[in-house]
């Protein structure tokens, strides 16, 4: 009878050892996803370093968006005049060839006139 409850108690202090077995393993699991969790709240603050380089990346895209515009309007004014001195210059190199042609006809003019000048005196 005596080991009956030896048997009994030790009975009962098995399915206690492996209820409490289960208890530990239920607490390394729950150590577990503890530590999970502090793996994502890295990741979170993580992020919130990320999205502050993004809003301070948006803000300077911003301010170069604004100079960019700013420059815009000169630069189109500033090809607008590049392309009228290129204009005057083409009209330069035109008038400039019409008077080397008339350069060259008052060359030949002069020419004739001299030849001419020189048989008037052969006559004489």
């Known amino acids: 009878m005596v080991e009956q ?9 098995k399915s206690d050892i492996e209820y409490m077995k289960k ?34 990346i948006k803000i300077q895209l911003d301010e170069n968006t604004q100079i960019l515009k700013a420059l ?12 009228k001195i290129f204009h005057e210059i083409a009209e330069m190199r035109g008038e400039i060839r019409a008077i080397r042609k008339d ?8 020419s004739n006139n001299w030849n001419e000048l020189a048989r008037l005196k052969a006559v004489r």
Do not use: F, R
């Open 5 to 13: 409850q030896i048997l009994e108690l030790l009975a009962g202090m």
């Open 72 to 83: 815009e309007h000169p630069a189109q004014i500033n090809k607008a005049e590049h392309d």
């Open 103 to 110: 350069l060259t006809t008052v060359e030949i003019v002069t």
């Open 23 to 56: 208890q530990m393993a239920d607490i390394d699991e729950i150590k577990e996803k503890v530590k999970d969790i502090d793996v994502i709240k890295e990741k979170v603050k993580d992020i919130d370093v990320i999205k502050e380089d993004i809003a301070a």
